[in-house]
């Protein structure tokens, strides 16, 4: 597939270096080096799990979700693969956005929750170990992700219709902050404890202790509890498969009789 390339993004993005072997955007597109185009328009979507039936299976399902967008985010942010995958990282992100809207329409957000993203982040960042910290960071200053956050940026200021890239352009400026304090909070706290080995004095250790930055779940909150004790989400695929899959799943719920074993996992 041949990309018209936007030559008002490929002038700016030469500027600082970037050409064409880092990759290109045009057409709604996006392609980094030699992969396949990804569509800015409309960004496809990891699968995402049925909502579920009952109240509380679905703030479950969508407090899981929201995990598993944070988890599958960062994982992809640590290119497994060798090479930066701009495909699971945006996926990601969609289903997260699934979720987001989900959690809301339930009336579990709060205003500050809709406004950003930093609180699905934080827990999962924190449970980072320093090597995958530094390789996010690392990929946060890449010029694949110049590239592709320049794109989400045009994409927006081309496309009235563009709230999937709104959403992950947001998204990843709210990510590269934390990850940013995040590097900032250990570096300093690694200093405060060797000096707390070396100090003598209770108060100079009291001080110290004053001293230690707040973790980012404390600053910036944390995804929700949710409810205990639910039953996993199976995965379901995205687009037509997914929705014929919820057809029935809504045919079962609504004859028990007829299916009393299905019926007893989709009442769960």
């Known amino acids: 597939m041949t990309i ?29 080096g030699n992969g396949e185009p990804i569509a800015l328009d ?21 407090t899981a979700g929201l995990k ?47 406004e950003n993203t930093m609180w699905i982040f934080t827990r999962a960042i924190e449970k980072l170990s320093n090597t995958d910290l530094a390789t996010i960071y690392q990929t946060f200053t890449s010029k ?12 927006m200021h081309i496309n009235k219709d563009a709230a999937d890239a709104g959403f992950a352009a947001d998204a990843l400026f709210d990510l590269n902050a934390l990850i940013v304090k995040e590097e900032s909070n250990r ?11 070396h100090a003598e004095e209770q108060q100079e250790r009291q ?26 989400p199976a995965p379901q695929p995205a687009g037509p498969a997914g929705e014929f899959f919820l057809k029935i799943e809504n045919v079962v719920k609504n004859n028990p009789d007829l299916f009393p074993v299905m019926n007893k996992y989709y009442t769960a």
Do not use: C
């Not at 993004?9 to 290109?24: C, M």
């Not at 570096?187 to 080995?197: W, Y």
């Not at 110290?208 to 980012?216: A, F, G, R, W």
């Open 68 to 114: 598993t967008m944070a988890e599958d985010t960062l994982k992809a942010l640590t290119n497994p693969s060798g090479k930066f995958d701009a495909k699971s990282l945006l996926g990601a992100l969609m289903a997260g956005k699934t979720q987001i809207g989900r959690m809301a329409s339930l009336g579990q957000l709060t205003p500050e929750q809709r």
């Open 207 to 232: 001080g110290l202790e004053l001293m230690k930055p707040q973790k980012l779940s404390e600053t910036y909150g944390s995804i929700p509890a949710g409810l205990e004790g639910q039953p996993a």
């Open 144 to 155: 694949e992700m110049d590239l592709l956050q320049s794109a989400l940026q045009r994409e």
């Open 42 to 62: 409309k960004i496809p979507s990891n699968s995402v799990s049925g909502e579920g039936w009952s109240q509380a299976t679905k703030i479950a399902r969508g």
């Open 4 to 32: 018209t390339v936007d030559k008002v993004l490929a002038n700016e993005l030469k500027s600082r270096g970037i050409d064409s072997s880092t990759g290109v955007y045009g057409d709604h597109k996006l392609q980094i």
């Open 187 to 197: 570096a300093m706290l690694s200093q405060i404890d060797d000096a707390l080995e």
